[in-house]
């Protein structure tokens, strides 16, 4: 009977872990990956923006290609992007730079690009929404 007991109490436990706050934990998933905002600016709007970034080789933008590893709004509105690219050795970093301050413009007071080359990006990293872009291009992802 005690065994009973013991399995209602643990499914009850889940029962009120599962209730938790979803935007609590949302906040707490993005801060763990490198998204935080101590401005008036969310994480999630800046995000959305950079949507409007494309890769000028591939045509895919630079969200769903999976080259944003982490956004830092500070307590001034400004942010620095975490980003990599494909290879090291793009010559079109001016490009996607001119391309993101234009999307943010407006959104938050400077944009900082971070070139970040650890981890190395891979196709593993691309969204399924860049994959089914991808595909429509011809690529087999």
Known sequence: ??????????ETEAVDTAAV???AVETEAAEAHGFTSAGTVAVEDLYEALMDVVDPELGIDVVN???IYGI?????DVATVDMT?????????DVIEDQARTATDGLVKDLRINWVWMPPWGPDKITD????QLR???FNV
């Open 1 to 10: 009977m005690s065994d009973t007991r013991d399995t209602e109490a643990v």
């Open 72 to 76: 830092h709004i500070d307590e001034g």
């Open 129 to 132: 929404d860049g994959r089914e």
């Open 65 to 67: 290609l999976g080259l």
């Open 85 to 93: 690219l494909t290879s090291a050795a793009c010559p079109l970093t």
């Open 136 to 138: 429509a291009l011809g």
């Open 21 to 23: 706050d979803t935007a």
